[in-house]
Nanobody, 127 residues
Framework: EVQLVESGGGLVQVGGSLRLSCAASGFTFDDYAIGWFRQAPGKEREKVSCISSSDGSTYYSDSVKGRFFMSSENAKNTVYLQMNSLKPEDTAVYYC????????????????????WGQGTQVTVSS
């Protein structure tokens, strides 16, 4: 069974940077999509970024575009989310998730299509 473990969260000041990591084990899929999500108190879960093996494309939400960058290191079964120019509204629990089949990041997030989720890592941006 796939397991996902996020790390790298913490407390950072406005304008600072963090790099989140998502380490995967038991990952044997030929086609997949890996997404980063976040959920702040009182708000719905939001798709932040995504990478798809089907076309190699990436996706970023409008709120983080130009500030956040997703990358992968396949040899280590790890994906990263580099977060720059952080704002207080970026404060949330960040999760990574996997779809273990062919998928395109251009699809809208409906809430039940991702197969595996990590436990999350807290990011707090202080002003």
């Amino acid at each position: 069974e796939v397991q996902l473990v996020e790390s790298g969260g913490g407390l950072v000041q406005v304008g600072g940077s963090l790099r989140l990591s998502c380490a995967a084990s038991g990952f044997t899929f030929d086609d997949y999509a890996i997404g980063w999500f976040r959920q702040a108190p009182g708000k719905e879960r939001e798709k932040v970024s995504c990478i798809s093996s089907s076309d190699g494309s990436t996706y970023y939400s409008d709120s983080v575009k130009g500030r956040f960058f997703m990358s992968s290191e396949n040899a280590k079964n790890t994906v990263y989310l580099q977060m720059n120019s952080l704002k207080p509204e970026d404060t949330a629990v960040y999760y990574c998730a996997v779809i273990g089949s062919s998928w395109f990041c251009s699809h809208e997030y409906e809430g039940n299509e991702y197969d595996y989720w990590g436990q999350g890592t807290q990011v707090t941006v202080s002003s």
